[in-house]
């Protein structure tokens, strides 16, 4: 069974642009979940989509949103670039939440120039 | 709010060394009590669980055990080898009405020599 994949798995990007980061979950899993990773904030939850609606979100200002589709593959923007969003993004996928266990994808390094 | 402490680190230890790492968690309610680990250049991997109390989880050889009255989840293993080197996550998963939220440790990295 394929892992949860995410693309791509690179991007460097300069303040002011938006960035779209793309996340396929296990096959058969319905829980999407957001992470940043940075040196100095460590892993922070962003948000949690569930059949397709948004069911949690972290502390993070509304330039960051996110979607998921009917496939339960998601999307995860962030719109007006900052340095400080230069991090390493992470998907992870569950069955259905709650207390399932979550799979993280390799990530998406971004660096903001 | 709910929370997870590690030790800071780097540890380093020799090749066959005993490894132990500190968690502790502050948490409402009964939560689920996880180890990650990340190798450079990869995401999480999950290394082991632990559901309620008293619970051991294991896995390659790590062990950890949930403990309710020390609110602890202390990551050990006997003998280490290089291919161990990794940075290791404590995390808990705050669970309420179906959210699924995982709040995690500032991470400890293990270096290994041989």
């Known amino acids: 069974k394929a892992g949860v994949t995410q693309t791509p798995r690179y991007l460097i990007k300069t303040r002011g642009q938006q960035v779209t980061l793309s996340c396929s979950p296990i096959?058969?899993?319905?829980?999407v979940s957001w992470y940043q990773q940075t040196p100095g904030q460590g892993l922070q939850f962003l948000f949690e989509y569930f059949s397709e609606t948004q069911r949690n979100k972290g502390n993070f200002p509304g330039r960051f949103s996110g979607r998921q589709f009917s496939n339960s593959r998601s999307e995860m923007n962030v719109s007006t670039l900052e340095l400080g969003d230069s991090a390493l993004y992470l998907c992870?996928?569950?069955?259905?939440?709650?207390?399932?266990?979550?799979?993280f994808g390799a990530g998406t390094r971004l660096s903001v120039l | 709010g709910n929370s997870v402490t590690q030790m800071e680190g780097p540890v380093t230890l020799s090749e066959e060394a005993f490894l132990t790492i500190n968690c502790t968690y502050t948490?409402?309610?009964?939560?689920?009590l996880f180890w990650y680990v990340q190798y450079p250049g990869e995401g999480l991997q999950l290394l082991l669980k632990a559901t309620k109390a008293d619970d051991k989880g294991s896995n390659k050889g790590f062990e950890a055990t949930y403990r309710k009255e020390t609110t602890s989840f202390h990551l050990e293993k006997g003998s280490v080898q290089v291919s161990d080197s990794a940075v290791y996550f404590c995390?808990?998963?705050?669970?309420?009405?179906?959210?699924?939220?995982?709040?995690f440790g500032a991470g400890t990295r293990l270096a290994v020599h041989p």
């Open positions: 096959s058969g899993h319905r829980s």
């Open positions: 992870a996928s569950s069955l259905a939440g709650g207390k399932n266990i979550q799979y």
């Open positions: 995390a808990l998963i705050q669970f309420s009405g179906g959210y699924n939220k995982l709040i």
């Open positions: 948490a409402t309610g009964y939560p689920s």
